[in-house]
């Protein structure tokens, strides 16, 4: 929901400096109760979908059905072939696909004390607020991003995240930060889900670069 958890908490976000940012009214609070009530839960990780990621170099497809048991991932192609003999069986999702449920959606960001609007427009309105850890401590100044909520249904459609050149302590060094979410509602589980994800870092931490450019696609849901 990429989703590591840890990139997960950081669907949040902090205006930066001339930013427009405007109060909450009444009927933007009664948009974003409904936008939360909508949001898938916990409750729909037991659905089976279709995972899809490319970083580039390699296209992977695979399906996650939670009734397999203890390795819940089958490889469906990769690079436009389909495996052979057993590997589609004993395939194991690597660390990117191992991240929360795409219809489990975190929308922790709209219990924010400091959400406020950025921007009106005629379909959708555009919330931003402060980026946190699972402490409450502010995630940093740099880092900024934005929300989307649809005004005709109260769909959460988009969550935007991004910083650059900034630095985590003394141990990680961002030259570019970015993880952009598409969601909507999905009528097979009956709330809204994680559609798509586009991650882009470029970093350092202590003897290693942190390089990455990969587009996320989430789909076919089958709920029991």
């Not at 950081?10 to 427009?20: C, D, I, K, R």
């Not at 882009?200 to 290693?208: A, H, V, Y």
Request: glycine share 6%.
């Amino acid at each position: 929901m990429i989703f590591a958890r840890t990139l997960m908490i950081l669907v949040f976000m902090a205006p930066s400096a001339g930013v427009y940012a405007e109060a909450l009214s009444e009927e933007d609070r009664g948009l974003i109760d409904r936008a939360r009530a909508k949001a898938g839960s916990s409750q729909h990780e037991i659905c089976a979908y279709t995972f899809s990621s490319n970083d580039g170099q390699t296209t992977t497809r695979v399906r996650f059905d939670p009734s397999r048991g203890a390795n819940p991932w089958r490889l469906l192609e990769r690079d436009g072939e389909k495996p052979e003999g057993s590997e589609a069986e004993e395939y194991e999702a690597p660390s990117q696909a191992r991240m929360s449920h795409p219809a489990n959606v975190d929308v922790s960001s709209l219990d924010s004390d400091d959400l406020h609007v950025l921007r009106r427009d005629p379909d959708t309105v555009v919330f931003g607020y402060s980026p946190r850890d699972e402490k409450g401590d502010l995630i940093h100044k740099k880092v900024s991003g934005e929300l989307t909520v649809r005004r005709e249904d109260a769909v959460l459609t988009s969550t935007l995240i991004s910083g650059e050149n900034f630095r985590q302590a003394v141990v990680m060094k961002m030259r570019e930060f970015r993880i952009r979410t598409a969601l909507d509602y999905d009528p097979e589980v009956g709330a809204v889900v994680m559609q798509a994800m586009d991650m882009t870092m470029d970093g350092k931490i202590p003897l290693r670069s942190i390089q990455m450019d990969m587009h996320l696609e989430f789909g076919d849901f089958d709920c029991p």
